[in-house]
């Protein structure tokens, strides 16, 4: 299957293209060469609900009948997984670009935007989380870290590492574990680090793909400014699509800073760590593929790299793996959709992935992206498996393997 | 159509409140305000009334921290104008505040009268009264609180409206129109309103300053002496463990009280 | 000024509420302490035998009238107004439910007099009347000193036991003629009942209730296997009901049931005062929440921050070995 030229999309005027203006942006002048071949919904994990998957959604951009698109709900089950991305011949951004702004308007459309949803959206932009907690308890993990966290706001001196956190790290039960390992690997590498602490807000990366480049455009502003405040060499961040978020949108506001995801950051480390891992992690593990840091990115090798480095560890292939990876089901909105998905009687795609976890007789479900913890735990718990397999974050691994 | 809707800013829980250096008002350091739940809920019913019927929807809110986002909110999500009442002290009780409103309701040229007038049944900082009878008493109007439904009959100006009642019952009353509601939920979920669509409407749209009228009303409060945390009587046993002890432990506590 | 304090009944469909009993209750504290007679009042259509149970006061003032008849806050304010300011009683206690909710602010603003809402109590402390209000739902209280004569107290439920507030003699009742009313513009058409065909949940001995933190809607699966297990019914607070998870039958709370069952089991429920209003009664309370500072565990008896879908089904097996256990002995 022929893919895309690199399936990535380019910095871009996130703020200034739309709908009505694709034509002036290379981007959005792709989005004409369209052949209408259909990889795109055949590859779409929600292909067979979608009235209009991708391929539908230009045809009827071309016939000037798209309102009909926003009308419908079709492109809420849209995960945003980037697999019609990076299937398509014509190396058209689908999930970057063209489909964010036609959820835009399908949420402006929508008779009612599903509760949850809109809780989420709501909550993202008020307190910058989603989950609606006070940014005042945004480091509340700090105090049970066991290592010093350097929090800028208190002690802004320059530093090396920025390192940002982000919500689900910083506030969810099981991202607070994610957030104490990686804490605690920075700190037994000897790395000068900090974080944004209370003044960190989402990148916005999720809200955008769910049909808010609004949003996503305040939290811009926003994390640039808290950026500038700060003296910094690198940023290392835990959550591949804030990556996304730095990587391909910010730099329209000056984003230049040196920019790692927390697994390709200790893949280049691989070397001094391995000395440190003291226990044995002896167990089959499979490595789910994020779709940001995988698919969208390519960092295929990087992860693997890291789990084979782990004594005892018997790497195995799930059989959709790397570009072909299945989506946990929580992008693009998705994770605040579960409820509107089963009553729709979508399958979720996390006990989709999480079947094929099992079938591969690992013990340990490995995964680089905080949204994918909850929602595969979730699926074991509902397909009846928490006793067969775990599920483990790369950096909860490290952490145990070197008794930190 | 012509309603209004009274929105007033409260302090938002989400934040820890806490207990200012005077022990009776708020410490306002890390206070935020949010726009009181049922006024939003006011809000959708007179954006699905206009809907419906056509005519305009006001806004009209007291000046508070935060208040231009949520008139901005609602003029995005539908209201044609919003109005704000500025040059007042900061945070006036509910007696203070509708006093104020509705002098400054006679003094914008073509609002009064109104075929409704909706605000929130309640609000969490409602202390010395309730802002849709106080609105109704001052200017004579009829009220209703606690209302679900609001179905108007344009031609002989009356609304069918549902007021909640305990045990899941519901009242249906014919009131005569001009009328004050108090609105507890509007018939639909408040609607969800893209922050491009919020920030379009700060570019293209204005908050009209109105200045708050003098006097009081003369409403008789009474002295706050203190505010305080509430005194918990008393606190749950916590039964702690893995989930598989926690049930043990509950089942033997049901046993002993003979319900298992 | 009388020496005074009136406590008005609340009348709904034709019965005194437990409410009216807590507030007599309450007033004859306040009474005593203060030296004076305790009033009720008692207004609505045909309703002076209900003035029977009311013998906590020393005597009952009853105003009828069909305008009275249906609840209508406003017309109730006007009927009781001119007797207040003709009868002057120093302080009048007003039951804040969904049936009364306005009426305290527009009986003060008819009366020009001060009106404390959200009390939860009211005692004299160094011979003045302080009153304690619950606000910001319930993350703090507020002391307040109504000036007086006459203020207007809005009290919520719970503020003393109805039991206390029930008197075994009858009451002397004094009729007042209701002055001319104005024609309302409000009238009542009737009541919808909730829907027929399910269960009463106030009648059960066991009561599974979720909240918000079940977080959808498949998750309560897991409150029906328990409350099954367990010989009992779901129900639910105000949010889960709003988002159509379950009937309007089954919420509890202010605007729903109020249960006293056996044992009620809150699941993801965070305990805001609306909620507890309807279950604090519950002979056993267990609350389940992963935030410990959860209002609910001020309420409950015992507790767990444990995570709803792991302790549910837990509870579930448990209690269904034990039940086979039992069966097997």
């Known amino acids: 299957m022929a893919t895309a030229s690199h399936g990535v999309s380019s910095p871009l005027v996130a703020c ?3 709908l009505e203006n694709l034509t002036q942006f290379p981007e959005g002048r792709r989005v004409w060469t369209c052949i209408q071949c259909g990889t795109c919904a055949g590859t779409c994990p929600y292909g067979e609900m979608m009235q209009y998957p991708p391929r539908r959604v230009i045809g009827m951009l071309s016939a000037g009948e798209l309102d009909k698109v926003f009308n419908s709900d079709s492109l809420l089950n849209c995960v945003a997984c980037y697999a019609c991305t990076a299937k398509c011949p014509r190396g058209i951004d689908l999930t970057g670009i063209l489909l964010p702004l036609v959820k835009e308007q399908v949420l402006m459309h ?43 706001p208190e002690d802004p001196r320059p530093v090396d590492v920025l390192w940002f956190v982000e919500c689900y790290s910083a506030y969810h039960p099981r991202g607070q574990d994610n957030a104490r390992a990686t804490a605690k690997i920075l700190n037994a590498l000897g790395i000068d680090f900090a974080i944004l602490g209370n003044e960190e807000k989402c990148a ?47 730099g329209v506001l000056g984003f230049k800073y040196d920019l790692l995801h927390i697994v390709p950051f200790l893949a280049k480390y691989v070397d001094r760590l391995k000395p440190m891992l003291k226990r044995k992690t002896d167990c089959k593990v499979t490595y789910h593929d994020s779709c940001c840091l995988g698919r969208h990115n390519h960092l295929y090798d990087e992860p693997r790299r890291l789990l084979q480095a782990l004594p005892g560890v018997k790497l195995v292939e799930m059989v959709h793996n790397r570009m072909n990876t299945i989506c946990c089901g929580g992008g693009g909105g998705g994770m605040w959709l579960d409820t509107y998905y089963k009553a729709k009687g979508n399958e979720r795609l996390s006990e989709r992935r999480v079947k094929e976890a099992v079938a591969t007789g690992a013990d340990v479900l490995a995964v680089a992206c905080p949204y994918e913890i909850s929602r595969f735990e979730d699926a074991l718990k509902v397909l009846g498996y928490e006793k067969k397999m775990v599920v483990r974050d790369i950096v909860e691994l490290y952490a145990d393997a070197m008794e930190v | ?132 009878p106080l609105i109704s008493h001052m200017l004579r109007l009829p009220e209703l609180g606690i209302v679900t439904r609001v179905d108007v009959n344009t031609a002989n100006a009356t609304a069918k409206v549902v007021r909640e009642f305990p045990g899941g019952v519901r009242g249906e009353y014919e009131v005569k129109l001009p009328a004050v509601l108090g609105i507890q939920a509007a018939e639909k979920p408040p609607r969800y309103v893209p922050v491009a669509k919020v920030r379009a ?60 | 000024m009388a020496q005074e304090i009136w406590v008005l009944a609340e009348q709904w469909k034709g019965q005194i509420s437990d409410i009216t009993y807590e507030l007599l209750a309450l007033g004859d504290e306040l009474a005593t302490a203060l030296g004076v007679n305790l009033q009720a009042v008692l207004l609505g259509k045909q309703v002076k035998q209900l003035a029977q149970s009311l013998g906590k006061a020393s005597s009952v003032l009853c105003m009828e009238h069909d305008a009275l008849e249906a609840p209508v806050p406003e017309v109730f304010a006007q009927a009781l107004a001119p007797v207040v300011r003709a009868r002057n009683p120093q302080l009048v206690l007003i039951p804040l439910t969904n049936v009364t909710l306005e009426l305290g602010s527009l009986l003060a603003a008819k009366l020009d007099a001060p009106y404390v809402n959200s009390c939860k109590n009211a005692r004299l402390v160094d011979g003045k009347l302080r009153t304690r209000s619950v606000v910001y739902g319930g993350k703090l209280e507020v002391l307040v000193n109504p000036p007086q004569p006459l203020a207007i107290l809005g009290i919520l439920p719970g503020a003393r036991p109805a039991e206390q507030g029930r008197g075994e003699k009858a009451p002397a009742v004094e009729e007042v003629r209701v002055d001319s009313l104005e024609i309302p513009a409000i009238r009542l058409h009737g009541y919808i009942e909730p ?41 639910g607070s105000r949010p889960v009901i709003d988002q159509g998870w379950l009937p309007l039958s089954r919420q509890v709370g202010k605007s729903g049931v109020v249960v006293k069952p056996k044992l009620y089991l809150a699941a993801g429920i965070s305990g805001a005062p609306e909620h507890v209003e309807g279950m604090k009664n519950s002979d056993l309370i267990f609350a389940i929440n992963t935030d410990p500072q959860a209002p609910i565990f001020n309420v409950a008896h015992y507790g767990a921050t444990a995570d709803v879908m792991d302790l549910l089904p837990a509870l579930t097996e448990a209690a269904r070995n034990r039940k086979e256990a039992k069966s097997h002995a």
Request: aromatic share 6%; with cysteine.
């Open chain 1, 204 to 250: 916005g990366e999720c809200s955008r793909l769910s049909g808010e480049p609004g949003l996503f455009n305040s939290l811009m502003e926003y994390n640039m400014l808290v950026f500038e405040k700060y003296k910094f060499s690198r940023i290392v961040t835990s959550c591949p699509h804030a990556y996304d978020a730095f990587h391909y949108r910010y």
């Open chain 2, 201 to 260: 409407a700060m570019k293209s749209q204005v908050i009209q300053s109105v200045p708050a009228p003098q006097g009081d009303g003369g409403f008789r409060s009474s002295p706050v002496v203190e505010m305080t945390k509430p005194k918990v009587a008393g606190h749950a046993q916590m039964l702690e463990g893995p989930a598989e002890k926690i049930a043990d432990q509950f089942c033997e506590i049901l046993a002993t009280h003979g319900l298992l």
């Open chain 1, 110 to 152: 929508l008779s009612q935007v599903p509760p949850e949803l809109q809780k989420a959206l709501e909550n993202t932009l008020r307190h910058g989380n989603p989950m609606g907690e006070s940014p005042r308890k945004r480091t509340a993990w700090v105090k049970t870290a066991g290592v010093p966290v350097r929090i800028l």
């Open chain 1, 16 to 18: 200034e293209i739309g």
């Open chain 3, 195 to 235: 829907e027929a065909g399910d269960i009463d949940i106030s009648k059960q001995d066991v009561l599974v209730s979720v909240g918000r933190g079940l977080q959808n809607k498949d998750n309560l699966a897991l409150a029906e296997e328990l409350a099954a297990a367990l010989g009992g019914a779901v129900c």
């Open chain 2, 1 to 132: 159509m012509k309603i209004v809707v009274l929105l007033k800013m409260v302090p938002d829980v989400v934040e820890e409140l806490e207990i200012g250096a005077d022990g009776k008002s708020l410490n306002t350091e890390y206070l935020r305000m949010i726009t009181n739940e049922p006024d939003n809920h006011a809000l959708e019913e007179a954006l699905l009334l206009k809907e419906k019927h056509s005519g305009t929807v006001t806004v009209v809110a007291l000046d508070a921290p935060e208040v231009d986002d949520a008139l901005f909110t609602a003029l995005a999500k539908g209201a044609d104008q919003a109005f704000k009442i500025t040059d007042g002290d900061g945070m006036l009780g509910t007696c203070a505040g509708a006093y104020r409103l509705v002098q400054t309701l006679f003094t914008i040229p073509g609002l009064l009268p109104a075929d409704l007038i909706l605000t929130g049944a309640q609000a969490i900082d409602d202390l010395d009264g309730l802002t849709a």
